[in-house]
């Protein structure tokens, strides 16, 4: 068995380069480092999966167990030299590769057809506001970030999701737009 490369296999390794960590920790730097706009960490369990898998793989050991009397006992992991090499393949790979990953929303629009224009549009202003959003909590984040003095490199990811939502949310305006002028129509399924 050869463990898949994934954003959260990826970000599992990268962090244990940083430092060997028990799950708690590597949770806690997701969040603290913004990595979760970028990696599913929603439901622990998955990333227990990865870890177990990678230690499977021998990508990642147990390097010691501590006990502390106020929380459960906790293994700390670390990368392995095969990790560390695994790592930066599927970086070059996933830097590289530029393939369609299948998100829902592009999904959800090539079936607007089924409802009417309207409510298109009124499910599209919906977004807007949450991209919107979206984009105020990232300049925050961003901010805050630089504020640390965090290069810019450690912020590309930011840089990035601001882009793409920041283009999501023009497009949209311009559709309903379309739609609210009557540039835009269709008669709904």
Do not use: C
Not at 139 to 157: M, N
Not at 164 to 177: G, L, N, Q
């Amino acid at each position: 068995m050869t463990v898949r490369s994934s954003p959260l296999a990826l970000t599992v390794l990268a962090l244990l380069m940083y430092k060997p960590q028990h799950m708690y920790g590597i949770q806690r730097l997701v969040q603290e480092w913004g990595k979760d706009l970028v990696v599913n960490v929603g439901q622990r369990t998955s990333l227990y999966r990865t870890v177990e898998r990678l230690a499977d793989e021998g990508l990642v050991a147990a390097r010691e167990t501590q006990r502390h009397q106020a929380y459960p006992e906790r293994t700390v992991y670390e990368v392995t030299e095969a990790g560390r090499e695994v790592a930066r393949t599927w970086l070059g790979e996933m830097l590289a590769d530029a393939r369609y990953e299948f998100p829902r929303f592009p999904a959800a629009l090539s079936h607007v057809l089924m409802i009417s224009p309207a409510e298109t549009a009124d499910h599209l202003r919906r977004r807007l506001a949450t991209l919107t959003k979206q984009l105020q909590d990232m300049e925050t984040r961003l901010a805050d970030q630089s504020d640390d003095g965090l290069d810019r490199v450690g912020l590309l990811e930011f840089e990035y999701l601001r882009a793409v939502t920041a283009a999501e949310a023009e497009w949209i305006r311009s559709v309903v737009d379309d739609v609210e002028s009557g540039r835009l129509t269709w008669t709904s399924a």
